[in-house]
T-cell receptor, first 114, second 115 residues
């Protein structure tokens, strides 16, 4: 059984550009949540996808958007990048969308915005 | 309302000692309280979790103590080892957030275990 994988590992972009990050969920999991972790901080919830639909969103602007595919893998898209978007982006998969389902994190994508 | 407050920010413990990290929450709708361990450059790894119907859960050297009336929970690491040196995050989830399953994290505790 493979765990949660994310790509790419590292990414450098300039302000104003757009970026797409990818996440493959763990086998048997239908829910993916995305988190942003700034340096020295705890992860902050961006949004969750359950069976290809957005199932909740944190306090992030609309330029953060996502998708979930029929195989439950997911993408995070960020438009009009800002310097403050520099962070570790984590995805977590779980067997369902509720708090009764444990979330398992991938290794993250380190995004640097110059 | 949505915050989870974690302390201390950093902790230094001698090998073999007990490491204790504390968290407090406000939202009584939270019903799941996990602890995650994170090494530099890695994603958080689920260590142990508890639900509010029990006051304590033990897995190996790791124990969660939960006080529902005080809205506090803590992680105890017994016989701390240098390999335990990492950042530890408490978290909570339940109705009241963006979705029921989203985790609200504390700010983390950097644990250093000295040999």
């Amino acid at each position: 059984e493979t765990g949660v994988t994310q790509s790419p590992t590292h990414l450098i972009k300039t302000r104003g550009q757009q970026v797409t990050l990818r996440c493959s969920s763990q086998s048997g999991h239908n829910t993916v949540s995305w988190y942003q972790q700034a340096l020295g901080q705890g992860p902050q919830f961006i949004f969750q996808y359950y069976r290809e639909e957005e199932n909740g969103r944190g306090n992030f602007p609309p330029r953060f958007s996502g998708l979930q595919f029929p195989n439950y893998s997911s993408e995070l898209n960020v438009n009009a990048l800002e310097l403050d978007d520099s962070a570790l982006y984590l995805c977590a998969s779980s067997p369902g969308p509720t708090s009764y389902n444990e979330q398992f994190f991938g290794p993250g994508t380190r995004l640097t915005v110059l | 309302q949505q915050q989870v407050k974690q302390s201390p920010q950093s902790l230094i413990v001698q090998k073999g000692g007990i490491s204790i990290i504390n968290c407090a929450y406000e939202n009584t709708a939270f019903d799941y309280f996990p602890w995650y361990q994170q090494f530099p450059g890695k994603g958080p790894a689920l260590l142990i979790a508890i639900r509010p119907d029990v006051s304590e859960k033990k897995e190996g050297r790791f124990t969660i103590s939960f006080n529902k009336s005080a809205k506090q929970f803590s992680l105890h690491i017994m016989d701390s080892q240098p390999g335990d040196s990492a950042t530890y995050f408490c978290a909570a989830s339940g109705w009241g957030g963006g979705s029921q399953g989203n985790l609200i994290f504390g700010k983390g505790t950097k644990l250093s275990v000295k040999p």
